[in-house]
């Protein structure tokens, strides 16, 4: 029976809004996790006289979406797309990370400040994603104090990913011991040692 329940898809046993319901609920970036958000998008009411769509008050919403979830039906299917979905998810936010890494790792500070410490754009989110690396921005007496993060530091983490999926090969160096000789031994002992063993 187990097996059989296993076997179903996710949205077998959904409405057609239930399976959009469960779709913003576990697969959507803004409403991901988020039940009252995720039932605001789908159930939307219609105002009969205009036939506009007119948006639910939150508190509707979270009541709704609350009666929703308790449902067994879509706690299964919540839990099945979770399930089906993880592995995109994990692989999606780790390019995403990757790639934060990769930037924090190799901006040019040039890029966002300019040589007497002001920003190159007149509006911060005129930088887009080159914003994240600026660690702090602080109001002083002379103006905005900008600091950047330390590339040297995901650098090294970035290094270190490398080293991850491209392993270092370790060349194992044998060295030939030529013979032991006491601590005090003068230059001119090691040498006549080398020259012995370059004979032989």
């Known amino acids: 029976m187990l097996q059989q329940e296993e076997e179903k898809t996710w949205d077998v046993e959904l409405k057609h809004k239930e399976r959009l319901f469960v779709l913003h609920f576990c697969t959507d970036d803004l409403t991901f996790l988020n039940a009252t958000a995720s039932y605001k998008a789908v159930y939307k009411e219609r105002d009969k006289r205009t036939g506009k769509i007119k948006e639910r008050s939150n508190e509707v919403c979270e009541a709704c979406s609350s009666r929703l979830m308790s449902r067994e039906h879509i706690k299964i299917a919540v839990a099945k797309l979770l399930r089906e979905s993880q592995a995109d998810l994990d692989e999606k936010n780790g390019y995403k990370l990757l790639k934060d890494l990769m930037l924090l790792a190799d901006f040019n500070p040039a890029e966002i400040v300019k040589a007497n410490g002001t920003l190159t754009v007149k509006d911060l989110s005129q930088l887009g994603e080159k914003a994240k690396c600026i660690k702090s921005i602080e109001p002083t007496k002379f103006g905005l104090k900008i600091e950047l993060v330390d590339r040297s530091k995901y650098m090294q983490m ?43």
């Open 158 to 200: 970035y290094l270190r990913y490398l080293n991850l999926i491209k392993p270092e090969v370790l060349v194992e160096e044998k060295l030939k011991v030529i013979e032991m000789v006491p601590k005090s031994a003068s230059v001119e002992e090691w040498n006549k040692l080398a020259e012995k063993d370059c004979k032989d």
